[in-house]
């Protein structure tokens, strides 16, 4: 599976920005997919994720209420959408995917395949 991620920008405090994550590959439909985030000098931090299936998400606490995650697996692609974004948010933000699993796994050496990463930027 190669994920390309996208949508990433310059966007004022308060605004909204709606990343995608495009896969290729017949077999994505099996795949678990995470967001994680990454600021310079810091450690890569989990964001949320889908289950295979789109029935299941999984947000951590300081995006709950603000980030959406969902899944068109006809169109093989993932999104996050965030709302009321913040300074705070401004990072490096990567899709990674794993083979279906029971749940959505927030550990990020659990994930087998990558995307480039794309950057938000936040303005207060």
């Known amino acids: 599976v190669q994920l390309q991620a996208s949508g990433g920008g310059l966007v004022q405090a308060g605004g909204s920005l709606r990343l995608s994550c495009a896969a290729s590959?017949?077999?994505?439909?099996?795949?678990?997919l995470g967001w994680f985030r990454q600021v310079a000098g810091k450690e890569r931090e989990f964001v949320g994720g889908?289950?295979?299936?789109?029935?299941?998400?999984y947000s951590v606490d300081f995006v709950k209420g603000r980030f959406i995650i969902s899944r068109d697996n006809a169109k093989n692609t993932v999104y996050l959408q965030m709302n009321s974004l913040k300074a705070e948010d401004t990072a490096i933000y990567y899709c990674?995917?794993?083979?279906?699993?029971?749940?959505?796994?927030?550990?990020?050496?659990?994930?087998?395949?990558w995307g480039q990463g794309t950057q938000v930027t936040v303005s207060s």
């Open positions: 889908i289950k295979w299936s789109g029935t299941t998400t």
């Open positions: 990674a995917a794993r083979w279906y699993n029971d749940y959505v796994n927030p550990d990020l050496p659990e994930y087998t395949y």
């Open positions: 590959g017949r077999t994505f439909s099996w795949y678990d």
